[in-house]
């Protein structure tokens, strides 16, 4: 089976900073990556797939990146509303470990 | 609009069994693929399994940690899909996700219904 592995598992960064999350697959997946960004109790939300297309309604500051096993999640300009824990998957079943995204 | 909605969960003692449904309604729920997910208090995402539509010949796939204890079914005339707990542990103590999608993602999540096994 495909294993998922995010980088960091947490970061803290400042309003208006750049942030990026990274996601590695055990082996080749082609483009079939997405992101999910889930908020304490609640549901996680699609942000992003076949690894760059932005989901309808998702933010433009939020952007996606890479191909075969190495793919980056990138937040342009962090605002507060973007503090949650965020999940890259190889679709339609394994996510990676997850990484907490906070506020300093 | 696509709407899932779990039910079924509750509080269940190690070694019993239960039984989730996932209504959903807002798209032709024969044409797609089922997927059940879950997540352990405060821990992150787990598949559980999922099952095909009937066009791909209605089969199923599990993960290794409930393959063998765990089913997954679907009446199309209802447009539910169920999971069945068997021998249930203390570890699958989780909310349960019932989603669709594609092989591109996962965009269509139930609210959850938590789970506890607990004696």
């Known amino acids: 089976d495909i294993q998922m592995t995010q980088s960091p598992s947490s970061l803290s960064a400042s309003v208006g900073d750049r942030v990026t999350i990274t996601c590695r697959a055990s082996?080749?997946?082609?483009?079939?990556l997405a992101w999910y960004q889930q908020k304490p109790g609640k549901v996680p939300k699609l942000l992003i797939y076949?690894?760059?297309t932005l989901q309808s309604g998702v933010p433009s500051r939020f952007s996606g990146s890479g191909s075969g096993t190495d793919f980056t999640l990138t937040i342009s300009s962090l605002q507060p509303e973007d503090v949650a824990t965020y999940y890259c998957?190889?679709?339609?079943?394994?996510f990676g470990q997850g990484t907490k995204v906070e506020i300093k | 609009e696509v709407q899932l909605v779990e039910s079924g969960g509750g509080l269940v003692k190690p070694g019993r069994s239960l039984r989730l449904s996932c209504t959903a309604s807002?798209?032709?729920?024969?044409?797609?693929?089922m997927s059940w997910f879950r997540q352990a208090p405060g821990k992150g995402l787990e598949w559980v399994g999922f099952?095909?539509?009937?066009?791909?010949?209605?089969?199923?796939e599990y993960a290794a940690s409930v393959k063998g204890r765990f089913t997954i079914s679907r009446d199309d005339s209802k447009s539910i899909a169920y999971l069945q707990m068997n021998s249930l542990k203390t570890e699958d103590t989780a909310v349960y996700y019932c989603?669709?999608?594609?092989?591109?993602?996962?965009?269509?999540w139930g609210q959850g219904t938590l789970v506890t096994v607990s004696s």
């Open positions: 082996q080749g997946i082609s483009n079939y």
């Open positions: 099952i095909r539509s009937k066009a791909y010949g209605g089969t199923t």
């Open positions: 989603t669709t999608g594609s092989g591109y993602s996962t965009p269509h």
């Open positions: 807002g798209f032709t729920f024969g044409d797609y693929a």
């Open positions: 076949a690894a760059s």
């Open positions: 998957q190889k679709p339609p079943k394994t």
